[in-house]
């Protein structure tokens, strides 16, 4: 059994932005973990499709992340059943691999529709959220005040959505995509 804090973080990072960079610094900073495992969906079960295929999306994230000190890049929903759950990667994680102490990260955006995530209440019985938050008004709902903690973050409105849109009419995006993804996307074509 291990005694590192682990921060579980997952998405479909189709592509990874520097947003998703900004939230997993905010979430290591936070003191409350010792890594942050990125969970990149094989199959995301909010989502029918994604843009890029999972091995791109994996690669995209590894070569954007590698010099973010404790962020590490886990494939162990590759394994899960399908669909990827998060309840099950979290029994996975504290079952089966022995983490006791685990934290669920998410940012405040998904919190509006996580009662509809499936057995939402299962992950409020295992783990605590570590919630950054993306929206300015944003305050905890009253059924999660015991259950989250709000860490720190400063917010920065991209998404992966708006990004693919501006990635097929072929609009620069420097200032929203690490260097490596700009460089992945184009090397194979991708959202195009």
């Known amino acids: 059994m291990s005694h590192k804090r682990i921060g579980l973080f997952g998405g479909s990072f189709d592509p990874i932005h520097l ?29 029918h499709t994604t843009d890029a295929n999972y091995i791109d999306r994996l690669n995209m994230v590894e070569m954007a992340t590698k ?10 929903e590759e394994d899960l059943p399908i669909p990827s759950y998060s309840y099950k990667t979290i029994d996975y994680v504290i079952d089966t691999l022995g ?3 685990v934290y669920f990260c998410l940012g405040s955006d998904s919190i509006d529709n996580f009662r509809s995530w499936k057995d939402y209440e299962k992950i409020l019985e ?12 944003f305050t905890l709902p009253a059924y ?4 989250a903690i709000l860490v ?11 990004l693919r849109g501006k990635l097929q009419t072929g609009e620069p995006l420097d200032e929203h995509l690490h260097s490596t993804t700009i460089d992945y996307i184009s090397k194979h074509n ?3």
């Open 19 to 47: 947003g998703h960079l900004a939230i997993l610094r905010s979430f290591l900073l936070s003191g409350y973990i010792d890594e942050l495992w990125l969970l990149v969906n094989p199959h995301p079960p909010h989502k």
């Open 67 to 76: 010099d973010i000190d404790g962020c590490l890049i886990s494939r162990i």
């Open 99 to 101: 983490y006791p102490e």
């Open 126 to 137: 295992r783990v605590r959220l570590l919630v950054a938050q993306r929206k300015a008004d």
């Open 144 to 147: 999660l005040k015991s259950k």
């Open 152 to 162: 720190e973050h400063e917010l920065m409105t991209i998404s992966s959505t708006d």
């Open 190 to 192: 991708l959202y195009r």
